[in-house]
Nanobody, 121 residues
Framework: QVQLVESGGGLVQAGGSLRLTCAASGNIFSINAMGWYRQAPGKQRELVAIITSGANTNYADSVKGRFTISRDNAKNTVYLQANSLKPEDTAVYYC???????????????WGQGTQVTVSS
């Protein structure tokens, strides 16, 4: 059973920082990519940042220069350092993983349960 478990959300004032952590566990052969999406009330889920196995990164324009994604391959863990937070960053943040469970097998998409980030003005 593969699981993605997030931690690090919470309430922060505008201009503050948070660090989100997501650890993947279970019978994982390899991780092609991991990242973060977010969903605010009444809005669609959107990509925040993603990092591939080759350490290539992609960010939403709205977070470039403020958020940094990184990963620890040995721990199957991805981090999101969120600085200079704004009220519009308020959302539930979901960890995403594109994982292979066996050599040459299919890549499956997994999601974490979500962690709330609330930025007060």
């Amino acid at each position: 059973q593969v699981q993605l478990v997030e931690s690090g959300g919470g309430l922060v004032q505008a201009g503050g920082s948070l660090r989100l952590t997501c650890a993947a566990s279970g019978n994982i052969f390899s991780i092609n990519a991991m990242g973060w999406y977010r969903q605010a009330p009444g809005k669609q889920r959107e990509l925040v940042a993603i990092i591939t196995s080759g350490a290539n990164t992609n960010y939403a324009d709205s977070v470039k220069g403020r958020f940094t994604i990184s990963r620890d391959n040995a721990k199957n863990t991805v981090y999101l350092q969120a600085n200079s937070l704004k009220p519009e960053d308020t959302a539930v943040y979901y960890c995403y993983g594109a994982l292979m469970l066996a050599y040459g097998g299919t890549t499956y998409r997994y999601w974490g349960q979500g962690t709330q980030v609330t930025v007060s003005s």
